[in-house]
């Protein structure tokens, strides 16, 4: 496979970490740096992950996945971006950060944006390309976005307060939704 298209792969599956990225940093005033690295590394790692456990189970069970995988991204990430948007609406200034810290929400949301990526690993194996490089190239860029995507979100959170939470929250339904609409028009 070119290394371009892998490049390209890779920022296609990283574009949603970094969207949650930004939209956790959002969260908090502090800990941004830690938060990136935090979902940054789970990220990456799921994203990588989920690749290989896409393209093996692409070998075995092609049929049995990919029926619902979309269904799964768009619930949680419905989910936390409802969640989002009703505490940015509440806007009682309360400005506590909230805890992205927590296994549970590292391991949802890790899964919420490494669906697509277990998808891209069955397709890969159904066309017999090496899986290897791609995996850790989405690994990498996945991590880099993150911390950028947490810096970011940081510093637009001083600005915008509880506005960007709204808007965090939105970008995650908007997100799954895309996830939906594209496997629509797959079909």
Same mark, same amino acid.
């Given at each position: 496979?070119?290394?371009?298209? =892998?490049?390209? &792969?890779?920022?296609?599956?990283? &574009? #949603?970490? $970094?969207?949650?990225?930004?939209?956790?940093?959002? %969260? @908090?005033? /502090?800990?941004?740096?830690?938060?990136?690295?935090?979902?940054?590394?789970? !990220? @990456?790692?799921?994203?990588? /992950?989920?690749?290989?456990?896409?393209?093996?189970?692409?070998? !075995?069970?092609? #049929?049995?996945?990919?029926? $619902?995988? %979309?269904? =799964?991204? !768009?619930?949680?990430? &419905?989910?936390? +971006?409802?969640?989002?948007?009703?505490?940015?609406?509440?806007?009682?200034?309360? /400005? @506590?950060?909230?805890?992205?810290?927590?296994?549970?929400? &590292?391991?949802?949301?890790?899964?919420?944006?490494?669906?697509?990526?277990?998808?891209?690993?069955?397709?890969?194996?159904?066309?017999?390309?090496?899986?290897?490089? =791609?995996?850790?190239?989405?690994?990498? =860029?996945?991590?880099? $976005?993150?911390?950028?995507?947490?810096?970011? +979100? @940081?510093?637009?959170?001083?600005?915008? +307060?509880?506005?960007?939470?709204?808007?965090?929250?939105?970008?995650?339904?908007?997100?799954?939704?895309?996830?939906?609409?594209?496997?629509?028009?797959? !079909?």
């Amino acid at each position: 496979m070119d290394l371009l298209v =892998v490049l390209f &792969l890779g920022i296609s599956l990283a &574009l #949603d970490c $970094f969207a949650v990225s930004l939209s956790a940093a959002s %969260h @908090g005033q /502090g800990k941004r740096l830690g938060l990136g690295l935090v979902l940054g590394s789970c !990220f @990456g790692v799921s994203q990588a /992950g989920m690749l290989l456990a896409g393209s093996f189970a692409g070998y !075995f069970m092609v #049929d049995l996945i990919s029926g $619902f995988d %979309h269904w =799964v991204a !768009f619930g949680i990430l &419905l989910a936390v +971006g409802l969640k989002m948007i009703c505490e940015g609406m509440k806007g009682n200034g309360e /400005g @506590g950060e909230k805890n992205f810290f927590s296994l549970g929400t &590292l391991i949802a949301l890790s899964v919420a944006t490494s669906i697509d990526a277990l998808g891209v690993g069955l397709s890969l194996a159904l066309i017999a390309e090496s899986i290897l490089v =791609v995996a850790l190239a989405a690994g990498v =860029v996945s991590f880099l $976005f993150s911390v950028v995507g947490a810096l970011l +979100g @940081g510093r637009l959170a001083e600005r915008f +307060g509880n506005r960007f939470e709204v808007i965090g929250g939105l970008i995650l339904i908007v997100i799954g939704t895309r996830i939906l609409l594209e496997h629509a028009a797959a !079909f």
